[in-house]
């Protein structure tokens, strides 16, 4: 099996046809990792996504350096991993923030079914605080593993 690294390049076009990751933040020196629907944003190198409020929120308010794991997975020879390492930032209803809503509305709406499973857990009779954020990103690594055919 040949492993090679892949360029920041690289690793955006695959965010961008990814869907779905795994986000990574931490609180007290614990970590916790989730699986989250997301849109990336190749010109801002921005994720943008939705939760009701909870757990991840309340360590991502508190802490917000996370990092966001994507894979594309053929076998175990055939395997591609990307790595985002950022910020998190809540994109709230102030002036300030319309373009940012704007743009995130704009990426989410064109998947379909895009407000799963951000707001999925909510039961009708409870109120849930629903989130809009960004994660804007440092950095991006990532590495894919081929087959060697010698």
């Known amino acids: 099996m040949l492993i090679h690294e892949l360029s920041a390049e690289e690793c955006a076009e695959i965010l961008t046809r990814a869907h779905l990751g795994r986000l990574g933040c931490a609180h007290d020196d614990q970590p916790y990792i989730v699986p989250i629907s997301f849109s990336f944003d190749n010109e801002r190198r921005s994720f943008y996504c939705f939760s ?9 308010r508190e802490n917000p350096k ?49 407000w799963f499973p951000g707001a999925a857990k909510a039961n009708s009779h409870d109120h849930h605080e629903m989130v809009l954020y960004r994660i804007e990103t440092d950095r991006l690594t990532g590495r894919r593993a081929l087959r060697d055919r010698g």
């Not at 009701?52 to 991502?60: N, S, T, V, Y």
């Open 52 to 60: 009701l409020a909870g757990q991840k929120i309340d360590w991502m």
């Open 66 to 114: 996370v990092c966001i794991e994507v894979e594309e997975i053929v076998d175990k020879n055939r395997w591609t991993s990307v790595l985002a390492f950022g910020r998190y930032e809540e994109i709230g209803d102030s002036p300030a923030d319309r373009d940012a809503r704007r743009r995130a509305q704009q990426l989410l709406e064109q998947r379909a079914e895009w």
